[in-house]
Each structure stands twice: as C-alpha cells, then as structure tokens.
C-alpha cells in the first residue's frame, strides 16, 4: 500500500548554520516517536552534506528541491542528480511551480530531469498544479492531467518511483489553502489519470501529496481524505514544531 508522506519544502530560505539546526530540532522532535509517515526535509543544495550529517536516516528522508536534466559538463552554476545523490540524499523536488513560473521548465526539461533522478537512484517529488486562473476558467484538470502525462513515456517500474505532489499555484504561500473536497477531487482525479496508463496496482500505490499553504490547524482535515497521502509543505516547514504539527496531523 502507498505511503504517507510529509515532506518540508524549505525553498531558499535558511543560512547553513540555520538549516543544520533545523534539521537537528526536527530529528530530536522525532526521536522516540511513533510516527504514521515518512518524513523528508529538501533543502538547499548547499545544505545537503551537512544536513545528511545531523539527521537520521531512518527519521528522515533527506532531498533536493531541483537537479540538471543533465548528466555532467558545461553547464556552469547546474547541479545533477549523481552529486544530490552522492550527498545522501533520496529524493529531489522536480517541476515545483516556482522553477516552472519563474525557471520556464517545461515538460520536455522535466521529463530530462526526471530521468537523471531515477538513473540515479533518487526518488523524485513530481509537482503539478493549476494557477488560479485555470481554477476560475474551470480547466484545471485537463492542465493537471496533462502534467501527469508529461511522465507517461516511463516504463511502469520507473513510474512506480514517483510521489506526485498536487500543489495549487494559488494556494501556494498565500495562506488560500484548497478546501479538503478541492484536494480530494484533484487526488482522486490524478489517481485515475495515472490508473488509465499504468494500471490499477500502481496507480493505487503512487503516493500523492497536497502543498499549498498547509498548517498544523488543516493538516489533518486535508490529510483525512482518502486519495491525500500527505503533504509538501513550505512555509510551515521552516519551524521545526509546526512541522511537527503536521506530521502529527498522520495520528
Ligand atoms: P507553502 O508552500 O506551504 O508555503 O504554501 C508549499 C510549496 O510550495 O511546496
């Protein structure tokens, strides 16, 4: 069965010294507890080694918050998959609206990127979302699905490697979260997109998390729903105790 996941997004904030003691707070929080998710801090290239230093690896997860499509070379100032992973790293958040909006990644890039994750061993957080003019218009599931379907040229045992995230764009830092219904809709409805290509089996097994604006004080509603299997938080995951609030939302 597919996992719950709460996974902390901390974008580009903390210096080194603030991130490693973030990520330590988090691992003494949640040393000695039964908790009923995986937990995964992606942090700051920058952050990663020292951060994979303070944490416990079967506490937490440890990610990246993007990689080059690229495998190595020329490509000043790019980061790629085998050196996140050889930080010890697990994960990588890919496609995430920031890098879409402000990075221009399109699906061709993010497919690349895709494949350099699972070359190399790392697990990636596959973003999707409408903005909010989609949401009004009333097309955000054919924009939605059609995200989902940038992946769709992976064998299924690649896909099976994938935890989509369903983040809203206008719920994204802006305290407007998706009502539970809104999140469950969308859930249910990538679950079917990915049901349609890959079956029954994956698509039941493909954990999808919700990220836009999610709190200790909605977590658990949002999270209750069926087809939500944890979420991407930003904004709440840069306080070590209001992520926890979170991962306890999972009780
Ligand atoms: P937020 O960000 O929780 O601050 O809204 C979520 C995200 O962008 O992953």
């Given at each position: 069965?597919?996992?719950?996941?709460?996974?902390?997004?901390?974008?580009?904030?903390?210096?080194?010294?603030?991130?490693?003691?973030?990520?330590?707070?988090?691992?003494?929080?949640?040393?000695?507890?039964?908790?009923?998710?995986?937990?995964?801090?992606?942090?700051?290239?920058?952050?990663?080694?020292?951060?994979?230093?303070?944490?416990?690896?079967?506490?937490?997860?440890?990610?990246?918050?993007?990689?080059?499509?690229?495998?190595?070379?020329?490509?000043?100032?790019?980061?790629?998959?085998?050196?996140?992973?050889?930080?010890?790293?697990?994960?990588?958040?890919?496609?995430?609206?920031?890098?879409?909006?402000?990075?221009?990644?399109?699906?061709?890039?993010?497919?690349?990127?895709?494949?350099?994750?699972?070359?190399?061993?790392?697990?990636?957080?596959?973003?999707?979302g409408e903005?909010?003019?989609?949401r009004?218009?009333?097309?955000y599931?054919?924009?939605?699905?059609?995200?989902?379907?940038?992946?769709?040229?992976?064998?299924?045992?690649?896909?099976?490697?994938?935890?989509?995230?369903y983040e809203p764009?206008w719920a994204?830092?802006t305290g407007k979260t998706a009502t539970a219904e809104q999140a469950e809709d969308m859930h249910a409805h990538?679950?079917?997109?990915?049901?349609?290509?890959?079956?029954?089996?994956?698509?039941?097994?493909?954990?999808?998390?919700y990220g836009g604006s999610c709190k200790?004080s909605n977590a658990k509603e949002i999270f209750s729903k069926?087809n939500v299997?944890?979420g991407?938080?930003?904004?709440?995951?840069?306080?070590?105790?209001?992520?926890?609030?979170?991962?306890?939302?999972?009780?």
């Amino acid at each position: 069965m597919r996992k719950n996941i709460v996974a902390g997004n901390w974008k580009m904030n903390t210096t080194l010294d603030e991130g490693v003691e973030l990520a330590n707070d988090i691992n003494t929080l949640l040393k000695g507890k039964k908790v009923n998710c995986d937990v995964i801090i992606c942090v700051p290239f920058t952050h990663l080694t020292s951060v994979n230093a303070v944490i416990e690896p079967e506490l937490i997860g440890l990610g990246a918050e993007n990689c080059s499509e690229h495998d190595k070379g020329a490509y000043t100032g790019e980061v790629s998959a085998s050196m996140v992973k050889s930080t010890g790293a697990t994960h990588v958040i890919l496609g995430h609206s920031e890098r879409r909006q402000y990075f221009g990644e399109n699906n061709e890039q993010l497919l690349a990127k895709t494949h350099q994750a699972l070359t190399n061993g790392l697990k990636p957080i596959f973003c999707v979302g409408e903005v909010l003019e989609e949401r009004e218009n009333g097309t955000y599931n054919d924009v939605v699905k059609s995200q989902v379907e940038a992946l769709f040229s992976l064998t299924p045992e690649e896909f099976s490697k994938i935890v989509i995230a369903y983040e809203p764009v206008w719920a994204i830092g802006t305290g407007k979260t998706a009502t539970a219904e809104q999140a469950e809709d969308m859930h249910a409805h990538i679950r079917k997109v990915v049901e349609e290509k890959y079956g029954n089996e994956i698509a039941e097994n493909t954990s999808i998390l919700y990220g836009g604006s999610c709190k200790p004080s909605n977590a658990k509603e949002i999270f209750s729903k069926p087809n939500v299997d944890g979420g991407l938080i930003g904004g709440a995951a840069l306080q070590a105790d209001s992520f926890m609030g979170i991962i306890e939302a999972f009780d």
